[in-house]
Antibody
């Protein structure tokens, strides 16, 4: 059983948007922090942003501010990552990952990530 | 914004040897706020160490983490074939940075 199941491969045109989903088959996301990361070809891991569903707070890396939106559904079993204004440099494997959530709403830290999805390949090409 | 620099970029070793990986922060950080991940091609990354020195579930005691301030280390003793991979360090935070990775190759 795979704890986090991501949506399938996407091919997009420059300027368009993509949505990648991440569904948990175990506990809901309520008790966790959910992060979205990516790995471009030949590059390392890059944290894009995350959400702490219990507190309803989303945080984004400065690099992606204004282009990325991370949400969960009402049941908190699926998280979504929307990335807009796609360009060729956004070609990458996108991962969702789950980790412990902060204990208080004033703590907006994302800690380690101990459960990962298998990744979704997004190719941006004209 | 704190940046993490990993060294070396590539570590060429043989099974049975010990790997010592370095992760340096651009400024002093909370010494309990560092994690290490193992990443193999085509697979999801796997956390091996969190809280600087705590082994994740299922990680053998051949893996150990240490460090404080700006300098952190992941050591892997008695390398096994399954250990050859890229390792990343990651700092906890509101926008958690990753190091650039160290490839442990045979």
């Amino acid at each position: 059983q795979v704890p986090l199941v991501q949506s399938g491969t996407e091919v997009k045109k420059p300027g368009s948007s993509v949505q990648v989903s991440c569904k948990t088959s175990g506990a809901t996301f309520t008790s966790f922090a959910v992060s979205w990361l990516r790995q471009a070809p030949g590059q390392g891991l890059e944290w894009m942003g995350g959400i702490i569903p219990m507190f309803g707070k989303s945080t984004y890396a400065q690099k992606f501010q204004g282009r990325v939106t991370i949400t969960t559904d009402e049941s908190r079993t699926t998280s979504y990552m929307d990335l807009s204004s796609l360009r060729s440099e956004d070609t990458a494997v996108y991962f969702c990952a789950r980790g412990p959530r902060p204990l208080t709403s004033g703590d907006l830290n994302f800690y380690y990530m101990d459960v990962w999805g298998r990744g979704t390949t997004v190719t941006v090409s004209s | 914004e704190v940046m993490l620099t990993q060294s070396p970029g590539t570590l060429s070793l043989s099974p049975g040897e010990t790997a010592t990986l370095s992760c340096r922060a651009s400024q002093s950080v909370n010494s309990d706020f560092l994690a290490w991940y193992q990443h193999k091609p085509g697979q999801a990354p796997r956390v091996v160490i969190y809280g600087t020195s705590t082994r994740a579930t299922g990680i053998p005691d051949r893996f150990s983490g240490s460090g404080s301030g700006t300098d952190f280390t992941l050591s892997i003793s008695r390398l096994e074939p399954d250990d050859f991979a890229v390792y990343y360090c990651q700092l906890y935070g509101t926008s958690p940075p990753f190091g650039g990775g160290t490839k442990v190759e045979f």
